[in-house]
């Protein structure tokens, strides 16, 4: 009987030749990751341990929820980070200026890579499943735990496999897929459990749309979301390390929990309705909703490649005058590429604001929150009761195609009515 | 350990937003955080809950962001354990490192409504709502995590495995 690549991954990590689902191990970690929120809880349980930092090289620390400081305890928080990471010479802390949002930015410098056991105190951590890592979300004192000891305990999930087939329609991206799965299967459709996306699909969908897939794993209670890695993996990391790695497949004769079918071809538009992500509706189908506010960024949605649908659609328009339409590029250097591309100047002339990478309005923390009985289309990841704002406000999940289109018409649209 | 304590009733899907909203997220003070726990969806909640209340929720109890701050608001607002027909896998972990009991109990949640009093004993299971005499048997926490909790949570468990 053989493995799912999430299950080598950690029989490997725990020293075992074999796992199993429902089994308890305790598994070596590769690399661990702390934010401005969750960093400042870890340090002082990691502090009661009493030993130094396992390696490192190996713990990233990236201020950027409420990060430039949005007021006088952020910057308190932010600066115990900063100093804990002076103290232990952390390689990987990043400071505003370099900065990017944490699931942008790790993948983008190289940091995590296939066949890794990555941690983070962040749910969104299940982001680096798409370079074919195992990455999942832990609390502050697991994490300060790990940082002392380099390992954690798991247990083995079991995995629902997503076959791929065929490839997106124009003005479709990965957020479409991985909304319209969260619809089918539900929030909790994938508790405790790995989703495995694989099929002829797979080599259809860029790096930024499995980035955006795996990010929202977690939006259906799994614990990663993990793609095999090929060519446009490799391709993807040779410009961003020279670190060897290892590359896990599944066996064959793997067992799945589950299996589930998309043909790519067959998605369309689709958007996420207050307040859970599977409330999923396909854009076509919506009554008229008028919009207060469009977000383009975040982990979810924050790359280059998120920026070039919204630019391609919001470039010589103007953004609705009843819409204030927010642009966060994730990181510096997706912030210069857009600048050398035009698209910076595209989303100023077109009447929105461009900001510095922050995960500040996808959580409620500040740029851009809602007042009550306001709406927003937005391409984060949660649209839970009060996310980004007052409890009585609303977010719509979706991608950045429809959230510039919403952005231009003052109402969720889809790309399509806008280019007509 | 055994407790006894008024239920605070809640549904499915219960995420870490609404147990702690992120705008309270500027500061890991335990006692701050409790004073604005739930306050989303139960504004009731910390002006009325009592030291030894229990909480008790439908599916997916704790589903969303892995913020820490959200078990620790409800263990430093007074209850002592919370009960799910199951919950979130993040939640779930960080209950379990920071102290706070867990119970998950399945489809018998049904049997337990608001205001109803538990008696709740964590080394058995075993739960009897007093208000109503019925028994639920909670599934038992794996021994490992069994380990974690008497050791009070995980870093007392981390600092005593290295002796």
Redesign the interface.
């Known amino acids: 009987m053989g493995m799912t690549m999430t299950e080598k991954i950690l029989a490997t990590h725990a020293g075992c030749a074999k796992v199993e689902p429902g089994q308890l191990i305790r598994a070596k970690v590769d690399f661990l990751l702390a934010n401005d929120i969750t960093g400042p809880q870890a340090i002082p349980e990691f502090d009661k341990i009493g030993r130094p930092v396992f390696d490192p090289d190996k713990i990233a620390l990236i201020p950027d929820h409420f990060i430039p400081n949005k007021d006088i305890k952020s910057a308190e928080q932010a600066k115990v980070m900063r100093e804990f990471a002076r103290k232990h010479k952390i390689t990987h802390y990043v400071e505003v200026g370099r900065m990017g949002i944490e699931h942008v930015l790790l993948p983008e410098m190289g940091w995590v890579l296939p066949g890794e056991i990555i941690i983070g105190a962040d749910s969104h951590t299940c982001t680096y499943g798409a370079v074919g890592a195992f990455a999942t979300g832990v609390g502050g004192t697991d994490l300060g735990a790990s940082m002392a000891t380099g390992d954690t305990w798991f247990k083995v999930p079991s995995t629902i496999k997503v076959e791929l087939t065929g490839a997106l329609p124009e003005w479709v991206s990965g957020k479409d897929v991985i909304l319209t799965l969260i619809g089918l299967i539900g929030v909790d459709g994938a508790r405790y459990q790995a989703l495995e996306f694989t099929g002829p699909g797979v080599a259809n969908l860029s790096m930024a749309d499995r980035f955006t897939i795996s990010n929202m794993a977690i939006e259906a209670g799994a614990k990663n979301g993990i793609f095999p890695v090929d060519e446009k993996t490799i391709e993807y990391l040779r410009a961003r390390t020279t670190k060897p790695y290892k590359v896990y497949t599944s066996d064959s004769d793997a067992i799945y929990a589950r299996e589930i079918k998309i043909d790519l071809s067959t998605l369309q538009p689709v958007v996420a309705m207050p307040h859970l992500p599977e409330n999923v509706k396909k854009v076509s189908d919506l009554p008229e909703i008028r919009i207060d506010q469009a977000v383009i960024g975040s982990c979810t949605n924050g790359r280059i490649d998120d920026l070039e649908q919204a630019a391609k659609i919001i470039a010589g328009r103007k953004i609705h005058p009843d819409v204030r339409a927010i642009i966060i590029p994730g990181t510096q250097e997706i912030y210069m590429e857009a600048m050398k591309r035009g698209y910076i100047a595209q989303f100023i002339e077109a009447g929105a604001v461009v900001s510095t990478p922050t995960c500040g309005p996808c959580l409620g923390g500040y740029m851009g929150i809602l007042a009550a009985g306001e709406r927003c289309v937005s391409t984060t990841n949660r649209n839970f009761r009060g996310r980004m704002g007052h409890v009585d406000s609303e977010v719509y999940l979706a991608s950045p195609a429809v959230a510039a289109a919403s952005a231009i018409m003052g109402r969720i649209a889809e790309p399509k009515e806008v280019l007509a | 350990m055994k407790f006894t304590g008024k239920v605070w009733r809640y549904g499915d899907?219960i995420?870490t937003?609404?147990i702690i909203?992120?705008?309270y997220?500027?500061?890991?003070n335990p006692q701050e955080l409790a004073l604005h726990c739930m306050e989303?969806?139960d504004k009731s909640f910390v002006s009325g809950v009592k030291t030894g209340d229990i909480m008790v929720a439908d599916?997916?109890f704790g589903?969303?962001?892995?913020?820490?701050?959200a078990?620790v608001a409800i263990k430093a607002s007074g209850i002592t354990c919370v009960i799910a027909a199951?919950f979130?896998?993040?939640f779930y972990?960080?209950a379990i490192?920071?102290g706070l009991p867990l119970l998950e109990v399945g489809e018998d949640v049904a049997k337990i409504k608001a205001g109803d009093t538990l008696s709740v004993d964590l080394e058995t299971g075993e739960i009897v709502n007093t208000t109503t005499s019925e028994r639920i048997q909670a599934q038992p926490l794996?021994g490992?995590?069994q380990d974690i909790a008497r050791a009070g949570?995980?870093?007392n468990y981390?600092?005593g495995s290295?002796q």
Do not use: M, Q, W, Y
Request: aromatic share 2%.
């Open positions: 899907n995420d937003d609404v909203p992120a705008r997220l500027n500061t890991s989303d969806i599916n997916n589903c969303g962001s892995s913020r820490e701050h078990p199951n979130a896998r993040i972990r960080n490192n920071i794996p490992f995590i949570g995980l870093i981390v600092k290295a």
